[in-house]
């Protein structure tokens, strides 16, 4: 099986190497990220000069882009896959996109003899780069079926979430709601906790065995506290993923009332240049209203 691969940014790099490492050839491609295309090319990838390129050398082509707009120019745009593509070709999108943008994406591709899958996945650079990464999947279950095993390189849990394209990105916006409320309720709690006269270090040792702690706490505490936002998971990504949560719950009725408190505190944070921090910065909101902050109590 040829496999394309196109996007090889802080995820895309790492799932493409790890399709190298287990004896996939494959074809990289991204137009903005020279240095992680020479990198995964060192791994054994052949360079493709461009989308359409890509697509004309393989059976299957992965798409890991920011948003739908970067999804549908790598696959519609000049020298897109869709130029390239052999009849039958099919596409796996693991960008986390709008869940109807990505039924509307799938169906222009079907219009040209194209099969796609949405496949967004969940659990950043660290698991993208072991191989542990959660994959959510939508579209027809023969295609999940073919793919699973080239998925499970990539992920250590692989879900058909649904036979409707965009089921994977409508599981994944639900994860980014659970993420980015559980994030700012740490920020909150151990702002709490400090303005109380409280070591932020001891109440991490303390709480993240029982009921409040969580993966989120695990990844995520231990960088505010070193006062370390390098991206991971950039602010302006998960912004997109809010945005894209309060269209779909707007669109189906569902009250949105906690990711539309952390949406404002994420658009304030990109207002004040931090748009490229990694999320555990929603810390910073809170050390501006309060003027604490969290790493100078004990550093
Ligand atoms: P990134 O910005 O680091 O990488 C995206 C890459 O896509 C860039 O290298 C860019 O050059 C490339 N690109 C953009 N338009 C392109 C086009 N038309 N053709 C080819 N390449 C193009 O983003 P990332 O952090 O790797 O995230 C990628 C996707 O995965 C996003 O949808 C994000 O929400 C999702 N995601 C990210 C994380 C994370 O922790 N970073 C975790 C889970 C999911």
């Keep these: 099986m040829k496999v394309g691969f196109i996007g090889l940014g802080i995820m895309g790099r790492p799932m493409c190497k790890n399709l190298l490492k287990a004896g996939y050839e494959v074809t990289a491609f991204d137009p903005f990220a020279k240095a992680a295309l020479d990198d995964v090319v060192s791994c054994g990838a052949v360079r493709g000069e461009s989308n359409a390129d890509v697509a004309s050398k393989s059976d299957v082509v992965i798409t890991m882009v920011p948003n739908s707009p970067h999804v549908r120019e790598a696959i519609f745009g000049a020298n897109g896959v869709a130029e390239g593509a052999k009849p039958g070709l099919d596409i796996i999108d693991m960008s986390s996109i709008a869940p109807l943008q990505s039924k509307d994406i799938a169906e222009k591709c079907a219009e040209k003899g194209i099969n796609m899958m949405d ?53 994944k916006l639900a994860n980014q709601v659970i993420v980015a409320v559980n994030i700012a309720a740490c920020a909150e709690a151990y702002e709490l906790a400090i303005m109380a006269g409280v070591d932020p270090e001891k109440v991490f040792a303390a709480i993240r065995g029982g009921l409040a702690g969580s993966t989120v706490m695990d ?48 658009q304030w944070l990109h207002n004040n240049g931090c748009g490229s921090d990694d999320h555990s910065a929603i810390l910073k909101y809170y050390e501006k209203i309060t003027g604490v902050e969290m790493r100078k109590l004990d550093k």
């Design 219 to 266: 990844a995520k505490v231990p960088m505010m506290l070193d006062g370390n936002f390098k991206p991971g998971f950039r602010i302006d990504l998960h912004i997109k993923d809010l945005n894209n949560a309060l269209d779909t719950g707007h669109g189906v009725g569902t009250p949105m009332i906690l990711t539309s408190a952390v949406q404002e505190m994420l």
């Design 119 to 171: 496949a967004p996945v969940s659990g950043g650079e660290p698991k993208a780069i072991d191989g542990t990464l959660s994959i959510m999947c939508g579209g027809p279950k023969a295609m999940f079926d073919k793919y699973c095993e080239l998925l499970n390189v990539m992920g250590a849990s692989v879900v058909h979430c649904g036979d409707v394209n965009g089921a994977g990105n409508t599981t």
